[in-house]
């Protein structure tokens, strides 16, 4: 049976491979929260950072196996966009996207064509530089049994 397209990251476990500052988890980046109207790191509260170390990851664990649509990252906005250029988007192991360009917001839309199932959501940033994002938010329907897939 088909479900609809729903957002399906909201609220689910994430993990980080480094931490930067106490408090700051990666939690933070699937609360459904966008508070960065101001300029003052402190107000930022959905700001999770990892250090500053090559090969960092957000891994956002879906709970089950999921077609995925698209995913939206909500770079921050006070400074340092750029840091968020080279990291990859992974749906488990297959790519769907590359950050090429600092921008605020970053769309990855999966073609309908070629159907992508995951149980995780990964963002790769192999350079040594800190990933901190404001919100992540992914977009698919299921979840299926993987002797069920259908395109």
Request: a negative charge; aromatic letters at 10%; one cysteine or more.
């Amino acid at each position: 049976m088909a479900s609809e397209v729903r957002l399906i990251s909201l609220y689910k476990m994430v993990d980080q491979t480094s931490y930067e500052d106490a408090g700051r988890d990666a939690d933070l980046i699937v609360d459904g929260q966008f508070i960065f109207d101001k300029r003052v790191i402190e107000s930022i509260q959905t700001y999770p950072k990892t250090n500053n170390s090559p090969n960092n990851k957000v891994t956002i664990h879906l709970g089950g196996l999921f077609r995925i649509h698209r995913v939206k990252v909500w770079n921050v906005r006070f400074c340092c966009q750029d840091r968020f250029v080279g990291t990859r988007i992974f749906a488990d192991d297959e790519m769907i996207g590359v950050a090429v360009s600092a921008k605020p917001i970053y769309q990855f839309d999966v073609p309908e064509g070629d159907p992508t199932y995951a149980r995780e959501i990964i963002l790769h940033q192999e350079l040594a530089q800190h990933l901190h994002i404001l919100e992540v938010q992914v977009w698919g329907s299921g979840p299926y049994d993987p002797d069920d897939l259908f395109a």
